[in-house]
Protein backbone atom coordinates (compact mmCIF):
# COMPACT_ATOMS: atom_id res chain seq x y z
CA UNK A 1 0.00 0.00 0.00
CA UNK A 2 1.18 3.42 -0.93
CA UNK A 3 1.04 6.75 0.83
CA UNK A 4 -1.87 8.01 -1.15
CA UNK A 5 -3.79 4.58 -0.53
CA UNK A 6 -2.90 4.78 3.37
CA UNK A 7 -4.45 8.57 3.32
CA UNK A 8 -7.37 7.21 1.59
CA UNK A 9 -7.78 4.64 4.06
CA UNK A 10 -7.68 6.82 6.87
CA UNK A 11 -9.70 9.28 5.22
CA UNK A 12 -12.77 6.68 5.14
CA UNK A 13 -11.81 5.68 8.64
CA UNK A 14 -12.52 8.98 9.79
CA UNK A 15 -15.23 10.71 8.07
CA UNK A 16 -18.17 8.79 9.47
CA UNK A 17 -17.00 10.48 12.89
CA UNK A 18 -16.71 14.39 11.32
CA UNK A 19 -19.61 13.88 9.50
CA UNK A 20 -21.46 12.44 12.39
CA UNK A 21 -20.34 15.29 14.77
CA UNK A 22 -20.75 17.79 12.63
CA UNK A 23 -24.86 17.13 11.03
CA UNK A 24 -25.83 16.35 14.94
CA UNK A 25 -24.06 19.71 16.53
CA UNK A 26 -25.48 21.77 13.45
CA UNK A 27 -29.09 20.09 14.71
CA UNK A 28 -28.49 20.54 17.90
CA UNK A 29 -27.89 24.05 17.29
CA UNK A 30 -31.12 24.21 15.04
CA UNK A 31 -33.57 22.65 17.70
CA UNK A 32 -32.25 24.28 20.69
CA UNK A 33 -31.34 27.40 19.14
CA UNK A 34 -32.29 29.52 22.65
CA UNK A 35 -30.30 27.18 25.02
CA UNK A 36 -27.20 26.68 22.73
CA UNK A 37 -26.66 30.11 21.88
CA UNK A 38 -23.77 30.90 24.17
CA UNK A 39 -21.97 27.41 23.12
CA UNK A 40 -20.52 27.55 19.79
CA UNK A 41 -20.78 25.40 17.15
CA UNK A 42 -17.45 24.35 16.46
CA UNK A 43 -17.12 23.74 20.56
CA UNK A 44 -20.09 21.35 20.37
CA UNK A 45 -18.72 19.78 16.74
CA UNK A 46 -15.08 19.10 17.92
CA UNK A 47 -15.92 17.45 21.29
CA UNK A 48 -18.72 15.10 19.40
CA UNK A 49 -15.84 14.89 16.76
CA UNK A 50 -13.43 13.42 19.42
CA UNK A 51 -15.84 11.28 21.29
CA UNK A 52 -16.54 9.35 17.63
CA UNK A 53 -13.16 9.15 16.87
CA UNK A 54 -12.38 7.74 20.36
CA UNK A 55 -15.26 5.22 19.70
CA UNK A 56 -14.19 4.29 16.47
CA UNK A 57 -10.97 3.29 17.21
CA UNK A 58 -12.02 1.09 20.29
CA UNK A 59 -14.38 -0.37 18.13
CA UNK A 60 -11.42 -0.88 15.39
CA UNK A 61 -9.45 -2.49 18.27
CA UNK A 62 -12.08 -4.77 20.22
CA UNK A 63 -14.35 -6.06 16.82
CA UNK A 64 -10.64 -5.87 14.57
CA UNK A 65 -13.14 -5.06 11.96
CA UNK A 66 -13.73 -1.27 10.99
CA UNK A 67 -17.44 -0.37 9.73
CA UNK A 68 -19.70 -2.43 12.93
CA UNK A 69 -23.04 -1.79 13.23
CA UNK A 70 -22.35 -1.94 16.83
CA UNK A 71 -19.22 0.61 16.42
CA UNK A 72 -21.73 2.81 14.72
CA UNK A 73 -24.20 2.42 17.59
CA UNK A 74 -21.73 3.14 20.10
CA UNK A 75 -20.75 6.48 17.97
CA UNK A 76 -23.98 8.15 17.73
CA UNK A 77 -24.45 7.00 21.55
CA UNK A 78 -21.13 8.64 22.51
CA UNK A 79 -22.28 11.90 19.86
CA UNK A 80 -25.36 12.46 21.72
CA UNK A 81 -23.99 12.30 25.57
CA UNK A 82 -20.65 14.17 24.10
CA UNK A 83 -23.32 17.24 22.57
CA UNK A 84 -25.19 17.11 26.16
CA UNK A 85 -21.80 17.06 28.12
CA UNK A 86 -20.91 20.55 26.12
CA UNK A 87 -24.58 22.03 25.63
CA UNK A 88 -26.65 21.06 28.77
CA UNK A 89 -24.58 19.04 30.80
CA UNK A 90 -21.23 20.18 33.58
CA UNK A 91 -19.04 21.21 30.55
CA UNK A 92 -20.99 23.88 29.42
CA UNK A 93 -19.05 26.94 30.90
Same mark, same amino acid.
Given at each position: ??? &? %?????????????? @????? @????????? $????????????? $? %? @????????????? !? &???? %?? $??????? !?? &????? @??????????? $?
Amino acid at each position: MGP &L %DAFWHLLNFVLPAL @AVASL @AAGAAKLLW $RRELKPVPWTRLA $R %D @AAIANLLVLVAGL !M &LTRH %DG $RILTYAA !MV &LACAI @ALWWRGFGPGR $R
